[in-house]
């Protein structure tokens, strides 16, 4: 049996319900696209129609459509082959132009994605095709890459806009539902995702010729809270009942939990409400301690109601004063991660390089080839392929990367322009790029001969 919520897929933009603003902005962006237009970021919670929005258009401007998704790699190698091929040339169906459709935007991270979001970056300077990016939190898009795109909200439907669609499902079903507050009851407990009320509508009404109230409650979503709606409900005054049983629904650990919420004490105001929040999660602490030391579980009930009531005793209700953080511990675990991959990366290429084992690189050698990439990163930059990241490595200078990784593109960019039009270089004009080798000292360019001859 075919899924219903892919069998009642909208194929065209008027027939999406709801976010009739976004839908509106991606039509005149289509109608109006130039090359120098910039991509949309389709943002907002899963199963509110993003990814259907985006067919929907191609559909109606009659584009071909380039999809990568969460479950393909996507490493910089395979971004430039499939999506940066795609980007720039035409399409081999006729089609008048290719959408290019990058989904989970915001999920770029770990080794298997290394380099996705600069070759997305890049994808997108270069492109001559449109481009639409989606993403379920706009804030997990890097701020390099979301300053190239036009950001488009989609919000959640509201439940009124959601029965006649499940009305409509049910009559291409052969459905009897006669009341209309069964539907009413499917909508409001999808809490806005269209994709969800529908296999709720499924759930219930498959193989039954009628649908009853009865049927909806068998099939209806699993709800279960994050722990963003523990926390949210942490400093907006819930009762202490509604917040143990929130902490019973939510699949993380007391440990974690108490993160979170040291995370999120600066949305306490005042500066004693604040300190009593941190006693209260001190004191949390300690059972949570206890209860690893001693292997007795049973204290993490202690653990959980100190640091839920006591912090929410001291934030009085006051809510939150911007968005939700993550703690600051595990940022800092990214970023030693990132910074162990990127120096990873450039041993691996060294070594490959210079025929010379890693453990060697990194204990006798890295130090004077960093001073060499100093001197020269252009060269080394040209010859190892480094990227920002890696040539920091080096350099620890950001900015210093940063600018030269920069200059060294444009000039690319000029080199290739000039390639591509038919422009001759001047005839006599010495060649720069030699004429500074030249005006390197003797033993720099032995060096450089020595180490990485052959390249």
Request: glycine letters at 8%.
């Amino acid at each position: 049996m075919m899924d219903w919520a892919e069998k009642y897929r909208p194929q065209h933009l008027q027939d999406i319900v709801g976010n009739t603003t976004a839908v509106r902005e991606m039509a005149e962006w289509a109608r109006t696209w130039t090359r120098d237009a910039k991509p949309q970021i389709l943002y907002g919670k899963p199963g509110i129609g993003k990814t259907t929005a985006a067919y929907a258009l191609a559909n109606d401007m009659q584009w071909e459509v380039v999809e990568m998704n969460a479950s393909d790699q996507r490493t910089k190698a395979i971004i430039e082959r499939i999506a940066g091929s795609s980007s720039t040339t035409a399409s081999l169906t006729g089609a008048r132009r290719k959408l290019i459709i990058l989904d989970e935007a915001d999920n770029l991270h770990g080794s298997a994605d290394r380099g996705g979001a600069r070759a997305i970056i890049d994808l997108i300077k270069n492109s001559r095709q449109p481009i639409l990016l989606i993403a379920n939190d706009l804030y997990g898009i890097p701020g390099e890459l979301k300053k190239l795109c036009e950001p488009v909200q989609f919000r959640a439907l509201q439940a009124r806009s959601i029965v006649p669609r499940l009305r409509h499902i049910c009559a291409a079903e052969d459905i009897r539902c006669d009341d209309d507050a069964v539907l009413a009851s499917i909508a409001e407990a999808s809490g806005g995702d269209m994709r969800a009320a529908i296999n709720m509508l499924c759930a219930a009404g498959i193989g039954s010729p009628v649908l009853t109230e009865r049927d909806v409650a068998t099939g209806q979503k699993d709800e279960r809270s994050t722990i963003f709606d523990l926390i949210s409900g942490i400093f907006r005054g819930k009762q202490d009942a509604e917040l143990m049983q929130l902490s019973r629904e939510v699949s993380d650990t007391p440990d974690t939990v108490e993160q979170w919420i040291g995370a999120n004490l600066g949305h306490i105001g005042d500066l004693h409400s604040r300190a009593e929040a941190y006693r209260w999660l001190a004191r949390a602490d300690e059972f949570v301690g206890l209860t690893y030391r001693r292997q007795y579980y049973t204290l993490w009930r202690y653990a959980t109601a100190l640091m839920l009531l006591g912090t929410a005793s001291a934030a009085g209700g006051g809510g939150l004063k911007g968005r939700i953080a993550p703690p600051s511990r595990w940022q800092s675990m990214a970023r030693g991660r990132r910074q162990k991959m990127i120096r990873t990366s450039v041993l691996t290429r060294l070594s490959s390089r210079l025929h010379i084992p890693q453990t060697t690189l990194r204990e006798d050698f890295l130090t004077p080839i960093s001073l060499m990439v100093d001197g020269d990163p252009e060269y080394f930059v040209e010859h190892l392929g480094l990227d920002q990241d890696e040539l920091n490595f080096f350099l620890h200078d950001k900015e210093r990367a940063k600018s030269i990784i920069k200059a060294m593109a444009k000039s690319r960019r000029e080199t290739e322009k000039q390639r591509t039009t038919g422009a001759a270089a001047q005839e006599g004009e010495p060649d720069p790029v030699n004429a500074e080798e030249k005006e390197k000292p003797a033993a720099a360019r032995e060096n450089q001969a020595t180490l990485f001859d052959g390249f």
